[in-house]
């Protein structure tokens, strides 16, 4: 009996995933790239972005570098595909339209993320468009082997815009002909810093990113007696500021990811004080620095659960050993991951993408 009730569960599973990955196919189809063959007065720039309601840094970032261009005189838009949507998960003023309102024209500048790139093959060629690639490893997620065309030498291509040495060593090598930029995120200082208060011994880790991992890594440490006098919260269901407030109260922060861009919740953390255990996703391997922070390899559970009682033992045994590698992790984020760096990084790589633009449209005109 409980065989049939295994496969009958297996079967609808089954079932789940392929209505949705139907469902999925049908929503793309319908998602709109409005262009004109015409030549725009004003030169803009267009981020195609995800009408998406959930809290996502890729997403946050692409607001950011909106309110960036516009503030040095550059026009640039969020296009977004429904009619008055806006991302209100984080506070925003940011210029945003629809594909009901506007058109990207020869004049203007298309910005794509590398999960939408097959879209571009419903654009027609004339079209400048700029490939912004957060996550390297999500590279052939959607284009598979159209991103050789897309990223390679094509006249329509302006440049590839990623966010960490690693993106930017993966796609140099898989596409030695692309022009490829990095530019560096930035921390908001506002929101995460050490503060100044007294914190309690608390673990904090996000159970969207390696849940299975956490309850393991959890239930281990308190089958060993390691976690008391100490609290486990899962950082969850938050607003960003929300997330800011919780990790100026934790000690450490376990990093449970796979292979990311740049791994924005680990330098978060850092930058609140913490000390981050656990993997750097490749992307992160250039702020995870030895001297405040432990790298576990993806998957490790006993190695994180090592470094893990490692670092309870030394701060129960060391007064403001966490602390004092928390405010050393901090200083470091803060200077490296500034928001004037990447305003600077922001202005200047735009500029030069909008210029390689203005010839064509001068001399079409």
């Known amino acids: 009996m409980a065989i049939v009730e295994q496969k009958v569960g297996d079967l609808v599973r089954l079932l789940y995933q392929k209505l949705a990955d139907v469902s999925h196919v049908r929503q793309r189809k319908r998602l709109m790239v ?15 972005t995800p009408d998406h309601h959930g809290a996502s840094g890729g997403i946050r970032v692409i607001y950011r570098h909106v309110d960036i261009l516009n503030s040095i005189g550059v026009q640039a838009f969020v296009l977004h595909q429904r009619p008055g949507f806006r991302c209100n998960w984080f506070h925003n003023q940011t210029e945003v339209t629809d594909v009901q309102k506007a058109k990207v024209t020869r004049s203007d500048i298309l910005v794509v993320s590398e999960l939408d790139i097959d879209l571009l093959s419903r654009i027609p060629s004339g079209i400048k468009y700029l490939i912004f690639n957060q996550n390297s490893h999500l590279t052939w997620r959607r284009g598979g082997a159209l991103a050789a065309r897309l990223y390679g030498a094509n006249p329509d291509l302006t440049g590839v815009v990623t966010v960490s040495d690693h993106n930017r060593e993966m796609l140099r090598y898989a596409f030695p002909a692309s022009p490829i930029e990095r530019v560096h995120l930035s921390i908001d200082p506002t929101l995460f810093h050490p503060g100044s208060g007294a914190r309690p011994r608390r673990i904090a880790y996000m159970p969207r990113r390696g849940r299975d991992d956490a309850q393991q890594i959890v239930e281990m440490l308190r089958a060993r007696g390691v976690l008391e006098g100490w609290e486990v919260v899962a950082l969850d269901g938050l607003a960003h500021s929300e997330v800011a407030d919780k990790l100026r109260t934790t000690r450490i ?17 850092m930058a609140c004080g913490n000390y981050v255990i656990g993997n750097h996703g490749f992307g992160g391997k250039e702020f995870f620095l030895p001297e405040f922070s432990a790298v576990v390899e993806p998957g490790d559970i006993m190695a994180l659960v090592r470094a893990a009682e490692e670092a309870i033992y030394n701060d129960e045994s060391n007064v403001g050993w966490c602390r004092d590698r928390g405010q050393a992790a901090s200083a470091f984020i803060l200077e490296t991951y500034s928001p004037q760096r990447e305003r600077d990084d922001v202005a200047t790589f735009y500029r030069e993408f909008l210029a390689s633009v203005l010839p064509a449209r001068q001399a079409a005109e």
Do not use: K, M, R
């Not at 409005?34 to 195609?48: C, E, K, Q, R, V």
């Not at 922060?253 to 953390?269: K, V």
């Open 34 to 48: 409005p262009t004109s063959g015409d030549h725009g007065a004003t030169p803009t720039i267009y981020f195609l």
């Open 253 to 269: 922060f376990l990093a449970l990811t796979y292979q990311e861009g740049f791994g924005l919740p680990a330098a978060e953390a």
